[in-house]
């Protein structure tokens, strides 16, 4: 009688190597983070109202308490993917497969939630959005839209058909921190002598495609459209996109202000 090969086994074989390999390029990409580059920093002010006498009103008060180093933030993302990956194939790698098995990665949504929101603000920052609550909101915005990504494969567990509710709050708290950034981008074209630096506009335009695949991502899977029937393939087009769009980030990054000269 043949031996039978448990093709299953394999595959979760397979994505535990991949998670492995995974860890050590983005372990990588954040240790030269910290090593090649510059001091480079970015103010966070706050915009509170103080009384003016000559004027007998409140004004706001613009004031830039902290200047925070760029730097080390590109790290973070690129290190809290490392540490996620190498739990998955470590000793998290038998719960990693049982959610697998249910169609649910909560790993990759608690990992998404602050590396992606840690992400966005740094684009917002770039464009000049600065104030401190405006990025604490913009952050929590972004980690709403993961966890209804969360909630997606969580509630469809128990749904006889796909309920793609979870999924339209996702994409709706998603667009709210870009249509930010965006109004920010176009603000400072308008000011006389002054716009957005060219390498800007390769972050947004490359970061905000990657940031809509992870949606398309989800969408094929449940709309179970070619190998995306396989829930695996599409647990693997995740890891892909995180390292492709964390990559490109930190690297554009890089090249545009934190090169040391």
């Given at each position: 009688?043949?031996?039978?090969?448990?093709?299953?086994?394999?595959?979760?074989?397979?994505l535990?190597?991949?998670?492995?390999?995974?860890?050590?390029?983005?372990?990588?990409?954040?240790?030269?983070?910290?090593?090649?580059?510059?001091?480079?920093?970015?103010?966070?002010?706050?915009?509170?109202?103080?009384?003016?006498?000559?004027?007998?009103?409140?004004?706001?008060?613009?004031?830039?308490?902290?200047?925070?180093?760029?730097?080390?933030?590109?790290a973070?993302?690129?290190?809290?993917?490392?540490?996620?990956?190498?739990?998955?194939?470590?000793?998290?790698?038998?719960?990693?497969?049982?959610?697998?098995?249910?169609?649910?990665?909560?790993?990759?949504?608690?990992?998404?939630?602050?590396?992606?929101?840690?992400?966005?603000?740094?684009?917002?920052?770039?464009?000049?959005?600065?104030?401190?609550?405006?990025?604490?909101?913009?952050?929590?915005?972004?980690?709403?839209?993961?966890?209804?990504?969360?909630?997606?494969?969580l509630?469809?567990?128990?749904?006889?058909?796909?309920?793609?509710?979870?999924?339209?709050?996702?994409?709706?708290?998603?667009?709210v921190?870009?249509?930010?950034?965006?109004?920010?981008?176009?603000?400072?074209?308008?000011?006389?002598?002054?716009?957005?630096?060219?390498?800007?506009?390769?972050?947004?335009?490359?970061?905000?495609i990657?940031?809509?695949?992870?949606?398309?991502?989800?969408?094929?899977?449940?709309?179970?459209?070619?190998?995306?029937?396989?829930?695996?393939?599409?647990?693997?087009?995740?890891?892909v996109?995180?390292?492709?769009?964390?990559?490109?980030?930190?690297?554009?990054?890089?090249?545009?202000?934190?090169?040391?000269?």
């Amino acid at each position: 009688m043949p031996e039978v090969i448990d093709t299953t086994s394999i595959a979760y074989g397979k994505l535990r190597r991949f998670n492995l390999l995974m860890g050590f390029i983005h372990l990588a990409q954040g240790a030269l983070m910290l090593l090649l580059s510059s001091s480079f920093s970015l103010p966070l002010t706050t915009l509170y109202l103080r009384f003016d006498p000559s004027r007998g009103k409140l004004v706001q008060n613009l004031q830039e308490p902290y200047a925070v180093r760029i730097a080390p933030l590109v790290a973070v993302f690129l290190l809290l993917s490392a540490l996620a990956h190498f739990i998955l194939a470590s000793w998290g790698y038998g719960w990693y497969v049982d959610n697998l098995k249910r169609h649910i990665n909560k790993a990759r949504w608690w990992e998404y939630s602050l590396s992606s929101s840690l992400m966005i603000v740094l684009i917002a920052m770039l464009v000049g959005l600065y104030d401190m609550t405006s990025l604490l909101l913009i952050f929590c915005l972004n980690a709403c839209m993961i966890l209804f990504g969360y909630m997606m494969e969580l509630h469809n567990q128990t749904t006889p058909t796909t309920d793609w509710t979870a999924f339209r709050f996702g994409c709706f708290a998603g667009a709210v921190p870009w249509a930010a950034i965006a109004i920010y981008t176009l603000g400072a074209n308008q000011s006389p002598g002054s716009s957005v630096p060219s390498f800007v506009y390769a972050i947004l335009i490359s970061l905000f495609i990657f940031f809509n695949c992870f949606a398309v991502n989800m969408y094929l899977q449940y709309r179970r459209v070619g190998p995306w029937r396989d829930y695996l393939f599409g647990e693997r087009m995740y890891i892909v996109l995180s390292l492709v769009a964390k990559s490109a980030l930190a690297w554009q990054m890089f090249f545009g202000t934190l090169r040391s000269v």
